[in-house]
């Protein structure tokens, strides 16, 4: 379910389709990733103001969402 923006340090909640990004991984083993046996699919969402200079990244090892900084590389090669 979409309550909130991914990003830990945001508390925008989501309202409604069309205002930020939505960011989606197909699963095979959804009791890993703490879902549901029958659910297929992990779903969160960046607010528009977080999606700017955040992006979703998805730990296939761990299980996990990370939010990353999205100009991250541009930084690192300056």
Not at 10 to 28: N, Q, S
Not at 52 to 65: A, L, M, P, R, T
Request: charged share 20%; with cysteine; glycine share 6%.
């Amino acid at each position: 379910m979409l309550g909130k923006c991914a990003n830990p340090g945001c508390r925008c909640e989501f309202k409604r389709l069309g205002t930020g990004r939505i960011y989606t991984l197909h699963i095979a083993e959804p009791l890993r990733w703490g879902l549901p046996a029958n659910v297929k699919q992990k779903v969160v969402w960046l607010c528009a103001k977080c999606d700017h200079h955040k992006k979703v990244q998805f730990d296939h090892e761990h299980c996990q969402i990370l939010v990353v900084n999205r100009h991250a590389h541009l930084q690192q090669s300056a």
